[in-house]
Nanobody
């Protein structure tokens, strides 16, 4: 059974940084495009960043230039470096394949105070 376990969230001030990690027990991990998603209170879950098995990245307009996604195929890990955080980045962050193929993990809460 595939498990997605996110960690690294927390409470930071505006302008701060956090690094999120995701451990994915996915077979043939390198074959999947992986993504970081987030869901703010009262809003739909949205994709914010994606990374191919070869390392090509993509970002939503709202985070481009501030967030950086990466992966370690040998460790089956996906990372999200978040810099220059804003209050509007407050959300629960999840990882999953892109498109979504597995059940969501518990996510990790990121709260940015103004």
């Amino acid at each position: 059974q595939v498990q997605l376990v996110e960690s690294g969230g927390g409470l930071v001030q505006t302008g701060g940084s956090l690094r999120l990690s995701c451990a994915a027990s996915v077979s043939i991990f390198s074959a999947y495009v992986m993504g970081w998603y987030r869901q703010a209170p009262g809003k739909q879950r949205e994709l914010v960043a994606g990374v191919t098995g070869a390392g090509s990245t993509s970002y939503s307009d709202s985070v481009r230039g501030r967030f950086s996604i990466s992966r370690d195929n040998a460790k089956k890990m996906v990372y999200l470096q978040m810099n220059s955080l804003k209050p509007e980045d407050t959300a629960v962050y999840y990882c999953n394949t892109k498109p979504v193929a597995y059940s969501w993990g518990q996510g990790t809460q990121v709260t940015v105070s103004s």
